[in-house]
Each structure stands twice: as C-alpha cells, then as structure tokens.
C-alpha cells in the first residue's frame, strides 16, 4: 500500500495537467494565469456556507507530519482542527509512548482552544507482525487479566503530563480485521475485558478527561464488529474506517452492506454515542470523484464529531498526485468553509498565496517532494508531497 516514490516524468506531468484541467474547470469565471495569481474553487465564498464537521488528515505520524497541517490549511482556505497519528506498536515501551515522538502533537494541541487531538493506540506490542490466532488468543486472556495495564497507565500519565488530558484515543482500531495482533476474532470476550480494563486503567489517573473511539473497519471483516462492542461504559464514540472499497463497489453498496456506513450510524444512535471517521479515503477504485463527493456528503449529513482522511496514496487527494479528479472534488467542497461569517469583500483579482516552505527533511528522508513549479504547485496544494514514515495497514 505504500506510494511509488519513483514515477516516470511523463505519467507525472500528465496527472499534474489533469488536476490543473479539473481544477480550472471549478473556478466561478476564467482564471489567471502564473502572473496574476489563482482564483478561488467555485463554491468558495464561505460567508453563505456552514462550517464543516470538524476535520482534519493523517499526514505522517512524526513531527513532518504536523508539519504539513498548515500546508494542507493554505490549500483548502480553512484551518484543519484535527490532528492524528499513530502510536508505533512494535514494543511495549513504543506503546507507553516514546520520549519526545508526542511532544509537538501536544504542543499543537495546546496552541489553540477548539482543537482536537486523535491517538491511535495498539493494544498489543508485535503488532504487525502477523501473529497467529492461537499467539492472539492466549496475548489476549493475559491483557484481560490485568498483565499488560501498567503500559497503558504509563501512556496515560504521559498525556496527562503533556497537557492533553482530552486526547481521542482510538484504542484497538480496526479489531473486526486480521490485520493487527489486537485483533478480536480469536476470543472477542477476552477482547471485550481487556478493553474495559485499559479503559479503567487510563481513566485512573488523575486529571484526565480521555474520550476512547471505538473504530472498527467497514462492513462484515472477520467478524461482525457488533460482536466486539466493549459496552457503553467504556466507549465514548462510535467510530468506523472507511475506504473506497472493495473494487467495483458503489457508494450506495457500501452505505447498505451488513455492518456499513447505515448499520454504523443507526448503532452509535442506538447507544447514544456520537460518531467518527478516523480513518477515510480511496483505495480499490482508483480516482473516484463520485465516491469523494458522496462521502463528503454524508459527512456533512450525519455530523460526526470529527473525520480524518488519509492522506497518502492510494488513499489521499493532497499529498498524492494519483487522484486528481477526488482532489478536486475535496478542495471544492471544503475551500473556505470556516463557519457563518459576514461577507467580505472580494477583491477583483484575489491575490496569489504565499507558498509556504516544505517541513526540515529527516533523515531518511520521510517526504521526498517533486519540485512542479509555482501556479501548478498552487492548485495541488504546493510541490507534492509523497510521505514514507507512518503508513497504518488496511485491507
């Protein structure tokens, strides 16, 4: 699932030509040329437009990743609200939190109030390592009686320590599937106690006011994800991941499929729990603009509490250049959407952005760029972007 770094110069210049064509083609009234700056999306004017649920984008799980906030901001005209990563779960000290890796993520979250804060958090160390389901099962029964709480304490007070004591933490993601050694389907009642207690232990410690997202994968999986549900006590979002697949199937299939989008929405309502989409984007059916316009319409329908895409390809529409059509579709429907205001005032020419400088390179390299040029670095968002430091697995 990760992104091809190394691309042929003309498959590159032609998907830049045709975000540029679908981009142009948004645009209330002819727009300018290099020298005079970009026009605005149609539909840009924010003054007569709701603010959006709140929303955000997984843009890479170290510091470069929040970073890029800001970039994905100036692209859209509106400021992103939602900051998410991933803990690593390769050890349980990984899982405690490693010194310094969710330091910027709380400074962020501090910086201003009204913004939110989602950690993804294993529930099991060798998380990917492929396990089989006897080793789950057996890891499983030894969190539920109580073996693995002091990592999770440990992980609490380190963001209470940090000063984000109202961290998303979305525990367990993706349990319906095979992908993760915290998987469910082995013994979904040991799951279920073991999940009750990393929520007792984290809500143990002084001063904290954690919200736990309970977020399994769309539709069926291994196993219903309803058999997995801690209980109410224990969950305080309803969250589901949500990609543009299997291949060929519709966006209308994919809302009434057992355990899809519908089945989500009527289950969180049923227990009282608002919703959440940690997890969003393309994947099987290449650059879907019909899937991109209806998710976002369901979005918007339905209110969740917050949503992240993800932004890397296959999956994203900012930092990868493979879905320019989606991208389009994106920044039309969010460009400028900060919430009812009083008109401004437009001026006849709107001036061209500052373009704001790429995030200090890491060694390796997390984000190699692709230099485009200045009008067409503007309309995708700044020279692109191909992030290789965190990529979440899915199916």
């Known amino acids: 699932m990760a992104p091809r770094v190394r691309r042929a110069r003309a ?33 840009s004017s924010a003054a007569q437009r709701q603010a959006p649920p709140p929303f955000g984008a997984f843009l890479g799980s170290g510091p470069s990743g929040l970073a890029r906030m800001a970039g994905l ?7 992103p609200t939602v900051a998410h990563t991933y803990l690593p779960g390769g050890t349980w000290s990984d899982i405690e939190g490693p010194p310094g890796f969710l330091d910027p993520w709380a400074r ?11 950690l993804n958090v294993p529930m099991q160390e060798r998380n990917e390592e492929d396990l089989s389901d006897d080793q789950v099962r057996s890891l499983l029964r030894k969190g539920a009686a109580g073996r693995f709480d002091r990592h999770f304490h440990a992980l609490a007070e380190r963001l209470v320590d940090l000063r984000v004591p109202d961290t998303v933490v979305v525990l367990g993601w993706e349990m319906n599937g095979i992908t993760y050694t915290h998987r469910c389907g082995p013994d979904p009642e040991s799951w279920k106690t073991y999940w009750n207690r990393i929520v007792r232990t984290m809500r143990a410690v002084a001063g904290q006011r954690f919200r736990f997202d309970f977020a399994p994968s769309r539709g069926r999986d291994a196993v219903p994800w309803t058999e997995c549900y801690p209980g109410d006590d224990t969950v305080d979002i309803v969250g589901m991941d949500s990609y543009d697949q299997p291949a060929g199937m519709s966006f209308d299939e994919q ?18 729990k608002p919703l959440s989409y940690p997890e969003w984007g393309l994947f099987r059916n290449g650059d879907d603009a019909t899937y991109m316009r209806r998710m976002l319409a369901w979005i918007d329908a339905h209110r969740p509490l917050y949503n992240t895409l993800t932004d890397y390809c296959p999956h ?38 500052t373009p704001t400088p790429p995030p200090a390179q890491e060694s390796p390299d997390p984000c190699p760029s692709l230099d485009l040029g200045g009008w067409v670095a503007y309309w995708l968002g700044g020279n692109v972007c191909l992030p290789a430091d965190r990529w979440p697995r899915t199916l």
């Open 316 to 353: 994203g529409v900012w930092q990868c250049t493979r879905n320019p059509l989606a991208s389009a579709v994106y920044r039309s429907a969010l460009y400028g959407r900060t919430g009812p205001r009083t008109p401004d005032p437009e001026p006849a020419t709107p001036p061209a952005p």
């Open 11 to 43: 498959r590159r210049l032609t998907m830049v030509a045709a975000a540029v064509a679908v981009s142009v083609a948004l645009v209330t009234g002819p727009g300018p040329g290099p020298a005079t700056g970009a026009a605005r999306p149609a539909g």
């Open 73 to 79: 901001g100036d692209w859209l005209g509106a400021e």
């Open 255 to 272: 809302v009434t499929e057992p355990y899809g989008l519908q089945r989500h929405v009527d289950f969180a309502r049923a227990h009282g």
């Open 108 to 118: 962020w979250r501090r910086e201003k109030p009204g913004r939110t804060f989602v």
